[in-house]
């Protein structure tokens, strides 16, 4: 399974895998799906876990063919550390998807300071405010104000076609200021100004390990089930063991490399892991504490455990006005001297 899953990730076609080792598309397709559901269990537990500086997070959707219509897929990349920070699906391209997806963003981070470079799509700028917004505490009795820091930075790519061809390309600040936008992007050594690049070559990498995402293949997907699976697993795949060319370290005093996966260059391992050893990664379970069942008898009082049983008021069917209150049971005698009480509300 280990092979099968490993040659998946890199790409090799389902019907070459069924050639080679003489299994059934279905196992294959079983296969996937388990490691994949793997996957996104350990890239919770890893990464979303709100221990990553993220600095700088470009976001970025895809269009995807699948049989009988089209999905999006919508994916966010932290630049310095090259971290993969989840993906999300949907059948059209509209606010939600880019909300579920920096809610995923917002899982991640350790601290509110961040520039979130994206495309020109509109629903950016309702998503940001939606998700990041805090609380403005001011002493005042009522409900707060919720308002988005100063921290949040968004930039936005603009860019023009003509048909196939791009004419021209437009940068802008949302929020913040172009100063700040500046210092954030040399911060983090993504380029000299407002770009979405790192998460475009991540696209194209996901597209080179994933048939249905190519753009003119005939590999369609059949259905979001395996492409949820298939993003999962070469998204944590792509953070935990494969080293990236741009995270490498000079050794001290050497003249080699030290390779480094995108959870490395996070802090969130210390080692390449292998696919065997992401496999065989327990995730621990939550701890959900025990909700306490309030009873209810047959007579229509509640009661606590070990504790009196208390009148349950009733509406009287017949009157609006009043409300009844049903006695407890035989060994328990109520402070009222009658067996049927009417109380006035």
Not at 95 to 119: E, F
Request: aromatic share 6%; charged share 25%.
């Amino acid at each position: 399974m280990v092979l099968v899953v490993t040659l998946r990730c890199h790409g090799c076609p389902t019907p070459a895998i069924v050639a080679a080792f003489g299994l059934d598309e279905r196992t294959v397709a079983a296969w996937l799906h388990r490691a994949g559901g793997h996957a996104a269990r350990v890239h919770a537990a890893v990464v979303e876990t709100g221990q990553v500086e993220l600095g700088q997070v470009q976001v970025d959707e895809i269009c995807v063919k699948v049989c009988r219509g089209r999905l999006w897929q919508a994916m966010a990349l932290a630049v310095p550390s090259r971290l993969w920070l989840g993906g999300d699906l949907s059948p059209a391209r509209d606010g939600a998807l880019v909300t579920a997806t920096l809610r995923r963003v917002a899982a991640c981070a350790a601290s509110a300071a961040l520039l979130l470079c994206v495309d020109g799509f509109a629903a950016y700028v309702g998503a940001v405010r939606t998700v990041f917004r805090v609380a403005l505490r001011t002493g005042r009795p009522g409900r707060p104000r919720l308002v988005l820091p100063e921290t949040v930075l968004l930039a936005q790519v603009v860019k023009s076609h003509q048909g196939r061809r791009l004419v021209d390309v437009t940068r802008r600040v949302v929020f913040g200021t172009a100063e700040a936008v500046t210092d954030a992007i040399a911060a983090t050594r993504g380029g000299t100004q407002i770009n979405t690049s790192s998460i475009e070559r991540l696209n194209a990498t996901f597209r080179a390990a994933l048939a249905p995402l190519t753009r003119r293949g005939r590999r369609l997907a059949h259905g979001a089930a395996l492409l949820t699976s298939g993003m999962g697993l070469v998204g944590t795949t792509y953070n935990m063991c494969w080293p990236h060319a741009r995270l490498r370290l000079r050794a001290r005093g050497r003249r080699t490399w030290q390779e480094r996966t995108p959870a490395m260059a996070a802090d969130l391992t210390d080692h390449v892991w292998t696919m065997d050893e992401l496999l065989r990664y327990r995730v621990p379970r939550r701890r959900v504490r025990p909700r306490r069942v309030r009873r209810t008898t047959s007579a229509g009082y509640a009661r606590r455990d070990g504790g009196a049983p208390k009148l349950l008021p009733r509406r009287s069917p017949h009157d609006h006005g009043f409300v009844e209150c049903y006695p407890g049971p035989a060994h328990y005698k109520p402070p009222m001297s009658r067996d049927r009480a009417i109380k006035w509300i």
